[in-house]
C-alpha cells in the first residue's frame, strides 16, 4: 500500500512538473506583448524598457523558469500584471466559486447519470431505454456553451424569470443564490449526466451477460438484488474512473459557463488574463488545475479497491 501510495505520488509530481514546463513555455512564447497588453502601444521607448525589466522579461526564458518554479513551489505565484496584487490573492478571490459550482455538478451528474444508465440497461430494447439513450445521446453531442446561450435567451432573455448574470454564495442571499445558480448548474451537470447514463448502460450489459449472474438468477434470487448486489457494483470500476476525467471537464468547461453567465470564478479570470497576456495569473491558473485534476485520478485509484475487494493496491 505504501509502496503504490509513494508511486502514484511520483508519478503525479512528474505529470506536474511537465505540465509546468510545457505551460511556462508556451505562455512566454505568445506573440502579443505583456507590456503592451498592460500599457498599450502609445508609451514612449524608456517607458516600455523600465516596464520590460520590472517585470523580468529581459531574463532568459529557462532561467525565469526556474525562478517561477522556486517561487511556485513555495506557495509565491507571483503579482497580477493587470490587478498588482498578489496571485494567490488573486485565485483565492475566484477559486472557490468554480470548485463549489464543480462538486455540485459532479455530486448531480453521478447519482442521476447512474439511475438513467441503470434503466436503459435493466430495460434494454424497451421506450425508456430508446428515450433516454437518444437524449443521452443529443445531449452529449452538443457543446455545453451552446446550451448555455440558448438557455440564456429563453428564459433570461425572453422569458425573464432567471437571471442572466452573476453569482451569490448561500449564505449572503439563499433565494437569489439558488436562482442564479439553475441555469450554470445545469449546462455543467448535464453533460455529465448524459455521459455517465451512456457509460452506465454499457458497463451494466456487460455485466448481466456474466456466469455469475446467470448463477444468481438460477438460485432464485430476485432481479432488484442481483441488479443492485451483483451487477451494478461490478459495474462501477468503468464509471469511477470517470472521476478524474469528469472533474477535468468541469474545470475545462467553467471556462465558457462562467463567462456567458458572467460568474467571477476562475473561468473568467482566466479568460480575462488571456486577453490581457497577464502571464503570472495563466500559469498559476493552469498549474492549480493541473494539480486539482491529478488529485482527483489519485483519489479514484483508491476508490477501486472500496468498490471491487479484488483489486489490490500492491
Known amino acids: 500500500m505504501t509502496r503504490y501510495l509513494l508511486k502514484r505520488v511520483g508519478q503525479t509530481l512528474i505529470i506536474v512538473v511537465l505540465v509546468s514546463f510545457c505551460t511556462f513555455m508556451l505562455v512566454n512564447l505568445m506573440p502579443k506583448d505583456p507590456v503592451y497588453a498592460l500599457f498599450g502601444s502609445d508609451i514612449s521607448q524608456e517607458e516600455y524598457d523600465a516596464a520590460f525589466h520590472n517585470m523580468g522579461l529581459d531574463k532568459p526564458l ?8 522556486k517561487d511556485f513551489i513555495t506557495g509565491n505565484f507571483g503579482t497580477s500584471y493587470r490587478y498588482h496584487l498578489p496571485v494567490t490573492e488573486l485565485i483565492g478571490q475566484k477559486v472557490g466559486i468554480t470548485l463549489y459550482l464543480s462538486v455540485l455538478s459532479t455530486l448531480i451528474s453521478f447519482p442521476l447519470g447512474m439511475l438513467l444508465g441503470v434503466i436503459t440497461a435493466v430495460k434494454r430494447g424497451k421506450w425508456q431505454d430508446t428515450v433516454l439513450t437518444l437524449m443521452a445521446n443529443l445531449t452529449a453531442s452538443l457543446p455545453g456553451f451552446v446550451i448555455a446561450i440558448v438557455l440564456l435567451y ?9 437571471p442572466s448574470t452573476g453569482f451569490t454564495f448561500p449564505w449572503q442571499d439563499f433565494g437569489k443564490h439558488i436562482r442564479q445558480l439553475i441555469l450554470p448548474l445545469f449546462c455543467l451537470s448535464l453533460g455529465g449526466i448524459a455521459g455517465i447514463c451512456r457509460q452506465t448502460r454499457s458497463s451494466m450489459l456487460e455485466a448481466i451477460r456474466q456466469d455469475y449472474v446467470r448463477t444468481a438468477r438460477s438460485k432464485g434470487l430476485k432481479e432488484n438484488y442481483i441488479i443492485k448486489t451483483h451487477v451494478l457494483r461490478n459495474g ?16 475545462g468547461g467553467s471556462v465558457f459557463i462562467e463567462n456567458v453567465f458572467s460568474i467571477p470564478g476562475m473561468g473568467t479570470l482566466m479568460v480575462q488574463a488571456v486577453n490581457d497576456v497577464d502571464v503570472p495569473v495563466m500559469q498559476a491558473c493552469v498549474m492549480l488545475s493541473a494539480l486539482v ?3 482527483a485520478y489519485l483519489v479514484t485509484d483508491f476508490l477501486y479497491v472500496a468498490v471491487d475487494p479484488r483489486i489490490s493496491l500492491q
Do not use: D, E, N
Open 293 to 295: 485534476i491529478s488529485l
Open 236 to 251: 462501477l470500476i468503468p464509471i469511477i474512473t470517470m472521476i478524474g476525467g469528469r472533474l477535468a471537464h468541469m474545470i
Open 62 to 69: 529557462l532561467y525565469r523558469y526556474f525562478l517561477w518554479a
Open 154 to 162: 429563453v428564459f433570461c432573455i425572453k422569458l425573464k424569470v432567471l
